[in-house]
């Protein structure tokens, strides 16, 4: 079993505020210390803190952002061996938080316009995670060699953005969130809902729906998987804990419905911590928590 996350690593600043912004509006509020983010990186956090071996491919700065994010995969046991290195600064983004939890966030994509595919080993058997904070086109490049090769792969579509339908079909399974199904569903011209984006494109898709849990559609399958209730602090996190804590659980050869299960369990944890990869949950309570609800 081996776990390949081919992605963004970001570093966040986060801004407590007592509403977000709206257009042409200053909100004064408290910001925090730079913090480990970006799909790519919180993902691989989360699965490796979930107990899979992770390979983080992606590309960072050659400056502090740079150091702490390489630093922090490590810590976890994240090999950063296909990490490189660019000039160009590392991604950055401004995280605005409210008190009841809800975000907006602005990235500066900086290095991650750098990861390159081309030298990211695959072979049969690999789970390959992707999300789409990387050039589009080397993901598509990077789909199509693993479903060659044989390996298990997943796209989570965040942030929503376009990829040939054909890299999309070679799919086992898409990931995206209820934004993410109404946008890809106005793309393909049918509705947002799981069974309906599977029935365009034969893959298999879950939908992620924030408190009302998930739901999943593919080939005689079609499932919703409730929520863990939790209070939440904030939601920044959820959707990277819910793809890497899914992503390790396949990787171990655990069934899509109890997969499902234990990423719902993982992405209400990370609710309850402040920023994101530092709430990305470690193994032990995410079984407490299932336990729990047993």
């Known amino acids: 079993m081996s776990l390949l996350v081919f992605g963004s690593a970001v570093v966040d600043v986060i801004f407590r505020l007592p509403q977000l912004p709206r257009p042409g509006e200053t909100v004064l509020g408290e910001a925090g210390p730079p913090l480990p983010g970006g799909k790519g990186a919180n993902q691989a956090l989360a699965a490796a803190r979930d107990g899979a071996a992770v390979r983080f491919a992606g590309c960072v700065g050659a400056d502090a952002h740079g150091a702490l994010l390489r630093a922090t995969l490590q810590q ?69 060699r693993a479903r060659a090769a044989g390996a298990q792969v997943i796209l989570n579509l965040a942030p929503a953005a376009a990829l040939p339908r054909e890299a999309l079909s070679a799919l ?33 898709i879950a939908v992620t729906l924030g408190e009302a849990g998930a739901e999943c559609h593919g080939a005689g399958l079609a499932l919703h998987v409730p929520a863990f209730p939790v209070k939440v602090v904030d939601t920044v996190g959820a959707g990277d804990a819910w793809c890497g804590v899914l992503a390790a659980a396949l990787d171990r050869g655990a069934p899509l419905p109890a997969a499902m299960r234990r990423a719902n369990a993982g992405a209400a944890l990370s609710c309850t911590k402040a920023g994101a990869g530092p709430a990305m949950p470690m193994a032990a309570e995410t079984d407490a928590l299932l336990a729990g609800q047993a």
Request: proline share 4%; charged share 15%.
């Open 172 to 204: 086992d399974l898409l990931v995206v969130n209820e934004h993410e199904a109404g946008w890809l569903g106005a793309a393909l011209g049918c509705g947002a809902g799981a069974a309906a984006l599977h029935a365009a494109l034969g893959v298999t």
């Open 76 to 144: 976890a046991g994240v090999d950063t061996a296909l990490l490189a290195q660019s000039d160009t600064p590392t991604a950055l983004a401004a995280v605005c938080v409210d008190m009841a939890g809800r975000n907006q966030i602005a990235v500066s994509a900086g290095a991650n316009m750098r990861a390159r595919q081309a030298n990211v080993p695959v072979a049969a058997g690999d789970t390959i995670l992707l999300q789409m904070e990387v050039p589009p086109e080397e993901n598509a490049a990077l789909i199509a």
